[in-house]
């Protein structure tokens, strides 16, 4: 299972679950598969979660029982429905210290394992996510929460920014390597912790800080108060949160996210130049490397490519015969900015394939002379382990073909990928404190347990074809 999400959570605000709402809605981004809330107050505990996008998850009725003071949130994305409702967080079990209620953006790599274990003390579980196993494990727990957190996260591998909640207090955790981001901010009297900075500018929250790999940060009546993991720390911040996920508007991994993609754009150009009349982005995730590429470059940019918002995922792919409508139900071209021009169309980067080729057709349909391909980001040619939501390695076409190959697939004049020096430059930070594994296969953990996760990764694609 793997989860792609966003996590929220504010301690000591009469308007705890409200804010949190808000939160989740700017990180709504990150997942959209489900959402949920959980709040402690005078009244005691109350958890609403529901599938679909934070909008239709809360309305009137459910955030009125949500009250308290603390709240944590969680938005959630998992490929296609897997488990449901019964996935979606945060997690809710009893524990020594009251009710606790757990939510996690990340993937752990020894889930299973740990799974296992727990069930043969007789653990029952009630979910499929890997963050049920942290929460089961919490649950067996005595004593001091950080301690407990300590003890317990020393088995776990893998990725995880967590956000724990007790009637007493809120725990905010990273892992080692601090693969995904979490945020510490301040609104008032309160504290805030959230997978991105853009959760407190909706709010007007103030950012304070990340919270650093290996940190467990506790927020209580005493204040805030910080520990740390015992195992050693190594920076592996994941660049692909950078290149596609986290919001422009955005710090993640203590930088800004559009002033490094604004970068990759122009270290694109500079790699890859090529005589063209406009700059075209795939909207949205590519808008800001395309402004580098033009700015770069001096051709003018053009927003040529419209995407709707309103394309629901529930939408039935067509048959074979009309399979196109799919990508023109998403992208119109604006036939004026294109039309008998050479053009360079960015985009961050590419999974399958599918996306592009799609864009490309309708762009010579539209009357492009020429079809430049630019990617702001390396090929991908492995899957992530920690959080992200790659297919399986060998539905990664850049993982079978070579850059030449990939061209004539999709059907353009050129095609340029920027290196993985030129997205590490571009970040202006230490190229060792980045995880680049789906871009060069360097996993960040030890050879052993990656090895088995690939293979899983390879059989199951050999199961499916
Ligand atoms: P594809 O058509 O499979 O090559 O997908 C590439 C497009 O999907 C790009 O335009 C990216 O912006 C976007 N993308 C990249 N990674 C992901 C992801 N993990 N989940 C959803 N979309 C993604």
């Known amino acids: 299972m793997k989860e792609e999400c966003g996590v929220f959570g504010i301690f000591n605000h009469p308007e705890a679950s409200r804010l949190a709402t808000l939160g989740l809605h700017a990180l709504q981004h990150r997942g959209q598969e489900a959402a949920g809330i959980a709040s402690w107050g005078s009244h005691g505990f109350c958890r609403r979660v529901g599938l679909g996008l934070v909008s239709s998850v809360f309305d009137r009725r459910k955030l009125s029982a949500l009250s308290g003071h603390l709240a944590i949130g969680h938005v959630r994305y998992a490929t296609a429905g897997?488990?449901?409702?019964?996935?979606?967080?945060?997690?809710?079990?009893?524990?020594?210290?009251?009710?606790?209620?757990?939510?996690?953006?990340?993937?752990?790599?020894?889930?299973?394992?740990?799974?296992?274990?727990?069930?043969?003390?007789?653990?029952?579980?009630?979910s499929s996510s890997d963050t049920e196993v942290i929460l089961r494990a919490l649950s067996l727990e005595r004593g001091?929460?950080?301690?407990?957190?300590?003890?317990?996260?020393?088995?776990?591998?893998?990725?995880?920014?967590?956000?724990?909640?007790?009637?007493?207090?809120?725990?905010?955790v990273r892992d080692p390597k601090g693969f995904r981001p979490l945020c510490l901010g301040s609104y008032g009297e309160s504290y805030l912790v959230a997978s991105e900075t853009c959760a407190f500018d909706l709010i007007g929250a103030q950012y304070l800080r990340d919270v650093a790999p290996g940190e467990i940060l506790r927020l209580d009546s005493g204040g805030l108060s910080s520990s740390y993991l015992e195992e050693a720390v190594r920076r592996s911040f994941c660049v692909f949160e950078l290149v596609y996920f986290a919001k422009p508007s955005s710090r993640a991994g203590e930088a800004s996210v559009y002033q490094v993609r604004r970068q990759m754009g122009r270290e694109l150009a500079r790699e890859a130049p090529v005589r063209a009349d406009r700059v075209i982005p795939v909207p949205d995730s590519a808008v800001v490397h395309a402004e580098g590429f033009a700015e770069e470059s001096g051709i003018p940019f053009a927003?040529?490519?419209?995407?709707?918002?309103?394309?629901g995922r529930t939408f039935i792919e067509p048959r074979q015969s009309i399979r196109d409508f799919g990508?023109?139900?998403?992208?119109?071209?604006?036939?004026?900015?294109?039309?008998?021009?050479?053009?360079?169309l960015v985009d961050d980067s590419i999974v399958r394939g599918t996306t592009c080729r799609k864009l490309v057709r309708l762009i010579y349909d539209a009357g492009a002379r020429e079809v430049h391909l630019r990617i702001g980001s390396p090929p991908i040619t492995h899957p992530c382990f920690y959080g992200i939501d790659t297919p399986t390695q060998k539905e990664l076409v850049a993982s079978r073909l070579s850059v030449e190959e990939i061209r004539k697939f999709l059907g353009v004049e050129s095609l340029a990928f920027l290196s993985v020096e030129g997205m590490l430059r571009a970040t202006g930070k230490t190229p060792e404190d980045f995880c680049t594994a789906c871009f060069t296969g360097q996993y960040r953990e030890d050879g052993e347990r990656i090895r088995s996760q690939l293979d899983a990764s390879r059989s199951a694609k050999l199961c499916a074809s």
């Open 82 to 126: 897997r488990g449901g409702v019964r996935n979606a967080q945060p997690l809710v079990a009893q524990s020594f210290w009251g009710k606790m209620a757990l939510a996690h953006n990340g993937n752990l790599t020894n889930s299973g394992e740990l799974k296992r274990r727990l069930q043969r003390r007789g653990v029952r579980f009630t």
């Open 144 to 172: 001091d929460l950080s301690g407990a957190l300590r003890r317990v996260l020393a088995a776990v591998r893998g990725a995880y920014s967590l956000v724990v909640a007790t009637p007493q207090a809120l725990m905010a």
């Open 303 to 311: 927003m040529a490519l419209i995407r709707s918002h309103y394309v």
């Open 327 to 344: 990508a023109k139900l998403k992208y119109a071209v604006v036939r004026e900015a294109v039309c008998a021009r050479r053009v360079v």
